[in-house]
């Protein structure tokens, strides 16, 4: 079968730009697909690395941004984005269009099945990913241009309904983990397919992208998991919806051999490792770091970790096996607000941690949160405070947002500050920016947001964090990045002048 596998727009709808990160959900599908002999394409829809990166921007230009992205997935928007995707469409002619779901996105995957179903009705659309597993019954309901929704992990469930769509049989209640409309147009949701128990059954995840390489020169960022889940459960995170809090690993060698695989084929020596919790289980890193130390394989990489998750030993391995970078989530500055949300760290490590960092050399990026139910400006000083302590060489702020599956958007939901009947279609999660806090009023939130992120920007664009920058962004290897970091050093500027 030709299946096309499409990470919907968002970004590139709102006008913000994102560099090409590999999805590696879609990547990892195409890879299964492609090697029980179906031909499997992916086309990222949500790149764009010309347009203005979010954290250049102030709270009023999110908003309009929203404002664009509620506008170009109605039914009027004649954006050339649309097109795009028929042209693939029609050109790749595709048996089976699957589409993943993150929340944010759900406005355009119900708008990318619509345009499908009008180009060619024969077309099975899929969707799959944590949106459409949350809410497949209500999908299924009302969308009427969507056939099937893979719950959960997807690869083994997506090859099932290919080989069923394949032969023509239309017999879906055995395949585990498949949602669909029955003969009646009831809504049938199978058993529950259990996680695949050994993951380096999986092949590497395949770059076989479909999109338009005139349009921009993509220097793609490479991707990389080594494991899937987490064993704990932030209030504010949806990882587990799909992963179940069971964390399983790819062995050191199957991991290792994808990187000599990457080594071979790209000119990229950057990689990032998006797990979890890249440093939870240390024997599995030791074996890991020992590998690639002992095979010489010459690559640079970063991880995001939890603070309680490391030690000096770990650094020191890490870091004679590539490490340059780690992000860390440190959230909130406030100890009453990490335990509110169900944070296991403890605030008098992170100092230890990222005095450790710079004894190692290795930089370090900073995750922060506001508007945590409950919070107050005092503990948004304190957020503040713990950043200009430990002085991370990037921060990364966002607001928070009560994703469907969590525990906060249960709490949300129970005060009534979301609508339940909306949220399938995405009406909850169309701002990037609303006060959950139940404590500090709109304005002053906003205020605060605005502030919090201009903080951010001067630590970012502070010139000792963007010399540091240098290796990260491996110029000798892509030159092309030095033109992308010049152009992004004039849109700092010109922000900063204009909020100063
Ligand atoms: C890497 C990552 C990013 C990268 C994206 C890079 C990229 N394009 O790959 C960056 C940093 C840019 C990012 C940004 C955001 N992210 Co993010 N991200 C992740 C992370 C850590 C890994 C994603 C991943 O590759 N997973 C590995 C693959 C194998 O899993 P998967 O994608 O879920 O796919 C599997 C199944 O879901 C299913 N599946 C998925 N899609 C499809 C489609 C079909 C057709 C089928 C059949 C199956 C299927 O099968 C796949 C294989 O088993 C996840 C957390 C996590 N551990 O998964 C959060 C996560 C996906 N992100 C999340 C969010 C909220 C965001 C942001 C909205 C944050 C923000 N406020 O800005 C933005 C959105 C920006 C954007 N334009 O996409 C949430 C989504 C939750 C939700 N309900 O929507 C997650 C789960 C994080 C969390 N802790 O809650 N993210
Ligand atoms: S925020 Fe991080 S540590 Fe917390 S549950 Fe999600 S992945 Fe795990």
Redesign the pocket.
């Known amino acids: 079968m030709k299946i096309l596998?499409i990470?919907p727009p968002?970004?590139s709808l709102r006008r913000i730009g994102?560099s090409l990160?590999?999805?590696?959900?879609?990547a990892?599908?195409a890879a299964f697909l492609n090697k029980h002999g179906h031909q499997a394409l992916y086309l990222s829809m949500?790149v764009d690395p010309r347009l203005p990166a979010a954290n250049t921007l102030s709270y009023r230009d999110m908003t309009s941004r929203d404002d664009l992205f509620i506008r170009e997935t109605g039914s009027e928007s004649t954006n050339p984005i649309w097109d795009n995707l028929a042209d693939a469409v029609k050109c790749f002619r595709p048996q089976i269009v699957?589409?993943?779901?993150?929340?944010?996105?759900i406005r355009s995957v119900l708008k990318l099945s619509e345009i499908i179903k009008q180009i060619d009705s024969g077309i099975s659309v899929?969707?799959?990913?944590?949106?459409s597993q949350i809410f497949a019954k209500e999908l299924l309901d009302n969308a009427s241009a969507v056939d099937f929704i893979?719950m959960?992990?997807?690869?083994e469930?997506?090859l099932e309904l290919a080989e069923e769509l394949g032969r023509g049989s239309k017999r879906f209640d055995s395949i585990r983990g498949l949602a669909f409309r029955e003969g009646s147009g009831k809504v049938k949701i199978n058993e529950a397919r259990p996680l695949i128990k050994d993951l380096d059954i999986l092949p590497p995840p395949e770059h076989c992208h479909y999109y338009d390489r005139g349009r921009f020169i993509p220097v793609p960022k490479i991707?990389i998991?080594s494991s899937?889940g987490c064993p704990y459960s932030c209030h504010y995170?949806?990882?587990n919806?799909?992963?179940r809090m069971s964390v399983r690993w790819r062995s050191p060698e199957n991991v290792a051999a994808e990187i000599k695989g990457i080594l071979a084929n790209q000119k990229e020596k950057y990689l990032s490792f998006?797990d979890?919790c890249f440093t939870l289980d240390k024997a599995w890193l030791l074996k890991f770091c020992e590998i690639i130390i002992k095979e010489k394989i010459r690559i640079n990489w970063q991880c995001i970790t939890s603070l309680n998750l490391m030690e000096e030993e770990i650094f020191s391995h890490i870091v004679k096996a590539g490490c340059i970078k780690v992000n860390f989530a440190i959230e909130s500055g406030s100890q009453r607000i990490l335990e509110s949300a169900n944070k296991r760290i403890r605030l008098d490590n992170v100092k230890k941690i990222f005095t450790l960092a710079k004894k190692y050399k290795i930089s370090t990026a900073a995750y922060i949160m506001l508007g945590f139910p409950g919070e107050t400006e005092e503990d948004i000083r304190l957020t503040q405070a713990i950043i200009r302590e430990v002085k991370p060489n990037w921060v990364y702020c966002?607001i928070l947002?009560p994703?469907?599956?969590t525990k906060y958007y249960e709490i949300c939901l129970k005060d009534k500050l979301l609508d339940p009947e909306s949220a399938w279609r995405g009406e909850t999660l169309k701002r990037?920016i609303m006060n959950f806090t139940g404590t500090i009023g709109d304005q002053r939130f906003f205020e605060l947001v605005d502030e919090t992120f201009y903080f951010c920007y001067k630590i970012n664009t502070n010139w000792i964090n963007l010399i540091k920058r240098m290796p990260v962004r491996n110029y000798l290897v892509n030159p092309l990045n030095i033109l992308k970091d010049v152009r992004r050093t004039f849109e700092y500027i010109k922000n900063r002048q204009h909020r100063e």
């Not at 899929?126 to 949106?131: D, I, N, S």
Request: aromatic share 8%; proline share 4%; with cysteine.
């Open positions: 596998l990470d968002y970004n994102t990160n590999y999805p590696l959900g879609l990892s599908i949500d699957g589409i993943s779901t993150i929340s944010v996105k899929v969707l799959g990913g944590h949106h893979v959960g992990e997807g690869e469930t997506a991707s998991m899937r995170c949806a990882t919806n799909i992963w998006y979890d966002s947002m994703l469907p599956g990037t």
